[in-house]
């Protein structure tokens, strides 16, 4: 529990114009008075943003504070952090173009999640939305409010932060991180072992509806016998007669299997993606050469899936897709976004779950550097950092890469290295590997970047998996326990020992981003939440007729798994 002791420290710093990091914040509340610890922290922070630890000891070593919080320090000794040489306050480390008399409040808009809209075949609870068409819009984007106070944007940040302060959420448990435990070379060979990890893993959830008989069993077998298999799909393809013969492949072979074109569960073949786990139960032809397939199962979330939730009223911001270094980073959003987690209203906002692209990165795409504001990949990091400090120093931040930061980009992606931890250290944020399950106030959330919705959209039909409700394209990575089921298309697979894709525990939220729609809804009782970007449409996406959804906030209610979506556009 926070003592009130540390909630005051941490007050007296925001309204210095610093954050610190927690362990700091532990040191200086030690001491004793929160004001002069505060203040001798900031003099040793001096034109850092982030009292760290070893401003902290330099602090309590200044011998003013040192185990003897009445002390002798004079206020004139602890100088005042504003009259130091490039001491930063808000000012200016604050938007310049927010809480002028002329701009939008933070947070003018507010869309309600659970407006039922839209449900699906899959026994779907029913919140499932685009944000474009629901919710109650207290305000239209642009309108003005009168900001009260004045036009420095500092003043009104730091008293609110006065107002607020003192979160001191419990770290989050961090799962099923390739981080620091890669196993591969990049060999193709390699990808034998992942394939039969995933095999392993994904039929032992089969194996409690069907009755396996290996490939090469099956193929002894006399015609006409029942038979089931769970395999890997290894082909799907059409016959003549437009029948469905879909290869599946065990570590013994592979073998066909027939789904007759008027079969109730024959539209199924369209969801199929290649590499994915599948079980099936039918009967051979005479000549015991092919399947016909009777039933068909995904592995699945099983429908009474309980999700846990937080024992206390508490929430996380769930974004992605920052973007920063990128001319269409969307800066005023962003700004009103932090400004906004510094106010009474974001009081329960504790976690800030970021899930990649952080940065706009440098040759992602053709002809991006036409686009970049900053050309420097480390220069980008260094933005970012800026940015983050916006955000309340006493939230805790979670971190997993996209398509766009300067790690590999073949997924399982490990964490940011110690070179790009180092220049985004303000907070002392969690960096972990792409996927990740993170787990806060015992909800899970697994956080994956996203980069396989884009095939996921393009293979499977518009009702199931579109870019305005990316949220059932999630549903379906979901379905199929593997966040990215198919190899050899856009998303780049690393060769691991295990299969580090499979989503081997089902979560309770599942957080992605990439493709930069906005959407939300529950699949078996999972929160599927596909946060927006913070970058507005850039010239490709201009071409492809991509709408994106920036500057959108999904914040997300630990205790109740309920979504609020804010707008700071
Ligand atoms: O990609 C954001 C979204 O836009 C994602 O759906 C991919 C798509 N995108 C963006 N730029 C390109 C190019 N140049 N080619 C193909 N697809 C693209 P993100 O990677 O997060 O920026
Ligand atoms: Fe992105
Ligand atoms: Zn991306």
């Known amino acids: 529990m926070p003592q009130e002791s540390h909630r005051r420290l941490v007050q007296e710093l925001t309204s210095r114009g610093y954050n610190a990091e927690r362990e700091a914040v532990t040191l200086l509340a030690d001491a004793g008075d929160p004001e002069l610890a505060a203040a001798a922290a900031a003099d ?4 850092a943003f982030v009292v760290t630890v070893e401003h902290a000891r330099a602090a309590l070593e200044d011998d003013l504070l040192g185990g003897d919080p009445g002390g002798e320090a004079t206020p004139d000794d602890l100088s005042h952090p504003e009259s130091t040489e490039g001491a930063p306050d808000l000012a200016e480390k604050a938007p310049t173009d927010v809480g002028g008399e002329n701009d939008p409040t933070p947070a003018d808009e507010l869309l309600d999640g659970n407006d039922g809209s839209s449900t699906t075949d899959d026994d779907d609870t029913g919140v499932s939305t685009g944000a474009k068409n629901s919710g109650n819009r207290s305000t239209e984007p642009g309108d003005t409010v009168e900001t009260e106070g004045s036009a420095n944007p500092s003043q009104s940040a730091s008293a609110v932060a006065d107002a607020v302060g003192g979160r001191s959420p419990p770290a989050p448990e961090i799962a099923n991180d390739v ?3 890669s196993t591969g070379t990049g060999q193709y060979e390699e990808f034998a072992g992942t394939f039969q990890d995933r095999y392993e893993r994904l039929s032992g959830l089969l194996r409690g509806r069907v009755n396996h008989r290996p490939a090469e069993a099956i193929q002894s077998m006399p015609g006409g016998s029942d038979a089931e298999m769970i395999g890997l799909v290894d082909d799907i393809r059409s016959t003549a007669s437009g029948h469905w013969i879909v290869e599946l492949e065990d570590t013994t072979g592979t073998f066909p299997c027939l789904i007759m074109k008027d079969r109730a569960f024959a539209p199924l073949v369209d969801d199929l993606l290649l590499d994915e786990c599948l079980a099936v139960q039918g009967t051979l032809a005479d000549d015991g050469g092919i399947m ?6 995904f592995p699945d979330v099983p429908r009474t899936h309980k999700p846990n939730t937080a024992d206390r009223h508490v929430q996380a911001a769930l974004i992605s897709d920052v973007h920063v270094g990128s001319q269409e980073f969307a800066q005023g959003a962003w700004d009103r976004f932090a400004e906004w987690l510094h106010t009474p209203e974001a009081e329960s906002v504790e976690y800030l779950l970021i899930g990649g692209d952080m940065v706009e990165g440098v040759g992602v795409y053709p002809d991006q550097d036409e686009e970049l504001d900053i050309v420097d990949i480390y220069e980008q990091y260094e933005a970012f950092a800026e940015e983050l400090k916006k955000v309340p120093g006493d939230m805790e931040i979670v971190m997993i890469p996209g398509n766009h930061d300067a790690v590999r980009l073949a997924e399982p992606q490990p964490a940011f290295t110690e ?3 180092d220049i985004m250290s303000a907070h002392d944020a969690r960096f972990t590997g792409n996927p990740s399950t993170v787990t806060v106030e015992g909800v899970s959330v697994l956080m994956y970047h996203g980069v396989s919705l884009d095939e996921v959209i393009a293979e499977l039909p518009e009702e199931k998996a579109s870019y305005d409700e990316p949220h059932k394209a999630m549903y379906q990575l979901l379905k199929k326990r593997h966040v990215a089921p198919q190899y050899g298309g856009h998303t780049r697979v690393a060769p691991e020992e295990k299969d580090y894709l499979v989503i081997d525990e089902v979560p309770d939220v599942f957080h ?13 009782n999972v929160l599927a939440v ?7 449409q850039t010239d490709f996406q201009k071409s492809v007729n991509i709408d994106p959804d920036y500057g959108y906030a999904p914040i997300l209610d630990l205790d109740t798994l309920d979504m609020t979506v804010r707008k700071f556009v």
């Open 44 to 47: 040793a922070a001096g034109d």
């Open 179 to 181: 981080t620091g435990r």
């Open 292 to 297: 016909f397939v009777d039933s068909l199962h």
């Open 419 to 421: 070179e790009l931890r």
């Open 512 to 524: 992605t981003g990439h493709v930069h729609k906005l959407g939300w809804g529950k699949y078996h």
């Open 530 to 536: 596909n946060s927006g970007c913070w970058q507005e």
